[in-house]
């Protein structure tokens, strides 16, 4: 897996625990063209082919167009792909474990360039509440 930047000016990590095994939360987490059905701040997911690494698929999120490219592809364990959008570069991974039918999720994401920089501090709080959201958006979303 492709590790964020620990020194990037904008970064965050966070986890849940979500009642269903790492098959099903695989499923939804990974179902890109489908995010908008259950992510809220999402808009026209687009898978651009097959998921596995450097495939490229494209979203909308807070307004901001971005393209993104998938790192990582590792079924029921590790997700991640890289984004881009207005001159600003992220690194964005999931890790699933899963104990007794449970999952616990795991994200971590970081942000760097020009305007991550000028805006460290609202994009760092912005995260950490966009992340926290998306995590209990797929909680709920796994536990139907």
């Known amino acids: 897996m492709k590790s964020i930047n620990n020194n990037a000016p904008v970064k965050c990590s966070k986890s849940i625990t979500i009642h269903a095994n790492s098959e099903k939360v695989w499923?939804?987490?990974?179902?890109?063209?489908?995010w908008a059905t259950w992510?809220?701040?999402?808009?026209?997911?687009k898978l651009n082919g097959e998921l596995k690494p450097e495939t490229t698929f494209d979203w909308k999120t807070g307004g901001a167009k971005i393209h993104s490219t998938l790192h990582t592809v590792e079924?029921?364990?590790?997700f991640g792909w890289?984004?881009?959008t207005f001159g600003m570069f992220a690194i964005h991974n999931w890790t699933l474990t899963e104990t007794n039918q449970?999952?616990?999720?795991?994200v971590d994401e970081?942000?760097?360039?020009?305007?991550a920089k000028l805006f460290k501090k609202s994009f760092n709080k912005s995260l950490q509440t966009g992340m926290q959201n998306w995590l209990d958006l797929l909680k709920r979303a796994c536990e139907k």
């Open 82 to 84: 890289t984004g881009k």
């Open 39 to 45: 992510q809220t701040e999402i808009n026209k997911p």
């Open 27 to 34: 499923k939804v987490l990974t179902n890109i063209d489908r």
């Open 102 to 106: 449970e999952t616990i999720v795991s």
């Open 110 to 115: 970081s942000m760097e360039g020009f305007f």
């Open 75 to 78: 079924p029921f364990k590790n």
